[in-house]
C-alpha cells in the first residue's frame, strides 16, 4: 500500500501516475484541507474574477478519484506523526479520533506555509492564500469590503504581485510592502525597474525597503516606525517549507529547511520519499540543494516517484527554476541564476542585454522586450536569462530553459532553427541574436561593459560617445556623452586618440558597429552593453532605492 500525504501538484501526480503503472495497488492520499486537488496557481485570478467560478479551480473531488482511478482520497485528514520502524502514520481526522495507517511507501507531499508577521493582533485582517480554504476565507474578507477599501499586500515576490495586481482589479486601493529595492527577486534591478514603472502606473503603490513588523485591526506597523492603513492584509513574505513531521520522523532535512532527497526523491529512510515545495532540488550550475517552490516541478516530480515506485528508473533532473508572472498587462519570466547570484558565487560571468521587438518591425502589431542573457566568461554555458515585456517573452524564455537542460553553450543559440512568420518572430529570432553576440564576445570580437561599470570607467578617463541617430535623442541622454552618430566617426575619431572610448547607442546594436569601426582604426573601444535603454532602467532601479515609498509621480522626479 502507498500512502501519500498532501494532495494538489505533488501528491496527485503521484496518485494518478502510479494508478497508470498498477491498477491492483492501494493507493491512499490524506489532505489537510477541505480539497484535494485544486489548481493553487489559480487561486488569485478568482479574487478579482478573471476566474469566474471557484468551482473552475477545483480540479477533481474524492469521489471523482474513487470512480475514476480507484483513489482513496481523504480530505480534513491531518497526518500527525510518522512511525517508520511499524512503518505506521497516525492520521487526525477534523472532529474525529485519531487512527493509524500502514504503508509499503510513504510518499511526502506537504507543501510549504507562508511566512507571517511576528506580532499580529487578534482581530488583525490578515489572510495568506494557499488552499482553496484560504481563498474562501479571502473572498469573504473581500465581498465585505467598500470600494476603495485600503489593501496591503506584505511581499513582493510572485504570489504578492498577483494578488496586487488582482485586488487592484477588484477595486481595492493597494499597496506592495517590499523590504527589499524591487518585485520579484529573481530579476536583476535594471529588470525589474519597468515592471515597477508599469505597476505604479496602473495606481498601485509601492513601499520599498521596509519589512513590516507588525499587523494590527486596521494598519500595519513597519520597521522605520511608520504604519499604512489597511482594510485588508495578505502575507505574501515568501514560504517555508512544511518539514516539521519529516523532521519529528528522524529523516535528514537540509540547510535550506527542506527534505534532503536523492536523485529518485527518496528521503533517508528508503521506504519514504518527499516532493514539491518541502523537498529540496538540486541546482543546475553547481549541483547545491535548493528550494524551488513550482507547481511544474511538483507535478513533473510527483509523475518520477511513481515511475521509482513501480520499479521504473527515475532521476530527477537539476531545477532551473523557470518562471513567467502577468502582472496588469506586462510578462515578466526568467530562468536559472540571475547576474547578481552568479557574481556572489565568485563566477566570471559576461553578461548580454537586447531589446528587440516581438516579431518582425514591419509587420503591425510589434511590441517591444527587453532579455538578459547571463553567461560563464569562462566556458560559455549559461548561467540564466531573463525577460520584461508583452508578446512573445515566455517563449524565448522557454527557449532558452530548454537550451540550458540541453548544455547548450551560449553561442550556440545563434544556430537554433526556430519558427519564423513575421506576425510571430524575426528571422533573426530575438533568441539568435542572443547567440551572435555571446558568439563575438567569446571570439573577441567585441567587448562590452555594463551599464552599472559606466560610472568608474568614466572616472577612469574613459570617453562616452552617444552614436544614436538623430531621432532618437528624445528619448533623453546619458549625462557627459559626446554625441557623433556612426557616419560622422570616421571624420572625428581623431580627436579620441589614446583615450579609452564607450560608444552606445538605443539598444546596443549600432554602437557595435561604431565600436567595430573605431577598433579598425586603432582605438580602444568597449561597447554599452545593451545601450541607452538598459542605462536608463538600471537607473531608475537606483531611484527605487531612494524612493521607499512610490507612486508614479514620486519616481518620474526622482
Known amino acids: 500500500m502507498t500512502v501519500i500525504v498532501g494532495g494538489v501538484a505533488g501528491g496527485m501526480s503521484t496518485a494518478t501516475r502510479l494508478r497508470r503503472l498498477d491498477e491492483d495497488r492501494e493507493i491512499i492520499v490524506l489532505e ?6 485544486f489548481a493553487n496557481c489559480g487561486l488569485p485570478y478568482h479574487v478579482s474574477g478573471v476566474i469566474p467560478e471557484r468551482a473552475a479551480l477545483e480540479l477533481q473531488d474524492p469521489a471523482r478519484l474513487a470512480a475514476r482511478f480507484r483513489i482513496d482520497a481523504r480530505v480534513r485528514s491531518e497526518v500527525v506523526a510518522i512511525d517508520r520502524a511499524a512503518r505506521r502514520v497516525t492520521v487526525r481526522p477534523a472532529g474525529g479520533t485519531d487512527y493509524e495507517l500502514g504503508y509499503d511507501e510513504l510518499v511526502l507531499s506537504p507543501g510549504a506555509a507562508p511566512r507571517l508577521p511576528d506580532r499580529v493582533a487578534p482581530d488583525a485582517p490578515l489572510h495568506a492564500l494557499r488552499t482553496l480554504d484560504d481563498l474562501d476565507a479571502v473572498m469573504g474578507a473581500v465581498d465585505g469590503l467598500p470600494s476603495r477599501a485600503r489593501a496591503v499586500v506584505i511581499g513582493g515576490g510572485y504570489i504578492g504581485v498577483e494578488m496586487a495586481d488582482n485586488l487592484h482589479r477588484r477595486g481595492l486601493a493597494t499597496t506592495i510592502v517590499q523590504r527589499s529595492s ?8 535594471e529588470m525589474a525597474a519597468p515592471l515597477a514603472e508599469h505597476v505604479l502606473e496602473r495606481g498601485l503603490r509601492l513601499r520599498f525597503g521596509n519589512a513590516v513588523t507588525a499587523v494590527e485591526a486596521r494598519r500595519v506597523v513597519l520597521d522605520d516606525g511608520s504604519a499604512l492603513p489597511a482594510d485588508l492584509v495578505i502575507a505574501a513574505m515568501g514560504v517555508v517549507p512544511e518539514s516539521g513531521l519529516a523532521r519529528a520522523a528522524g529523516l535528514e532535512i537540509g540547510a535550506t529547511g527542506g527534505i534532503v532527497v536523492d536523485e529518485s526523491h527518496r528521503t533517508s529512510d528508503p521506504a519514504i520519499y518527499a516532493i514539491g515545495d518541502a523537498a529540496e532540488k538540486r ?11 513550482l507547481a511544474g516541478l511538483a507535478n513533473r516530480h510527483g509523475r ?11 532521476i530527477a533532473a537539476p531545477a532551473l527554476g523557470t518562471a513567467v508572472i502577468d502582472v496588469l498587462g506586462l510578462t515578466a519570466a ?13 563566477i566570471e560571468v559576461r553578461v548580454i542585454h537586447s531589446h528587440p521587438l516581438s516579431h518582425a518591425g514591419y509587420f503591425p502589431g510589434a511590441r517591444p522586450m527587453s532579455l538578459k542573457l547571463v553567461v560563464d566568461a569562462r566556458t560559455d554555458r549559461i548561467l540564466g536569462a531573463q525577460a520584461v515585456g508583452t508578446e512573445g517573452v515566455a517563449r524565448r524564455i522557454d527557449v532558452i530553459a530548454t537550451a540550458m537542460a540541453a548544455n547548450l553553450a551560449a553561442s ?6 526556430l519558427a519564423y512568420a513575421p506576425q510571430y518572430g524575426s528571422a533573426k529570432d530575438p533568441v539568435n541574436m542572443l547567440g551572435y553576440i555571446a558568439r563575438n564576445l567569446a571570439d573577441g570580437e567585441d567587448a562590452t561593459i555594463q551599464w552599472h561599470e559606466l560610472d568608474d570607467a568614466v572616472a577612469d578617463g574613459a570617453v562616452l560617445l552617444d552614436v544614436r541617430a538623430a531621432g532618437q535623442l528624445a528619448e533623453g541622454a546619458i549625462p557627459g556623452a559626446t554625441w557623433i552618430p556612426v557616419e560622422e566617426l570616421r571624420e572625428r575619431a581623431d580627436a579620441y586618440a589614446g583615450r579609452r572610448i564607450v560608444v552606445h547607442c538605443r539598444v546596443g546594436q549600432g554602437a557595435h558597429t561604431a565600436a567595430r569601426l573605431l577598433a579598425s582604426l586603432g582605438h580602444d573601444v568597449v561597447n554599452l552593453d545593451g545601450g541607452y535603454l538598459t542605462w536608463r532602467d538600471g537607473m531608475r532601479s537606483v531611484d527605487h532605492q531612494q524612493s521607499t515609498d512610490a507612486t508614479s509621480a514620486d519616481l518620474r522626479a526622482a
Open 32 to 37: 489537510r484541507s477541505g480539497a484535494v486537488s
Open 182 to 189: 524591487r518585485l520579484i527577486g529573481g530579476l536583476d534591478p
Open 283 to 293: 541546482d543546475p550550475v553547481d549541483g547545491s540543494p535548493r528550494l524551488v517552490p
Open 304 to 314: 518520477a516517484v511513481a515511475d521509482a515506485i513501480a520499479g521504473r528508473p527515475s
Open 334 to 346: 526568467s530562468t536559472g541564476w540571475s547576474e547578481e547570484h552568479a557574481r556572489s558565487r565568485g
Open 412 to 417: 550556440a543559440l545563434a544556430d537554433l532553427e
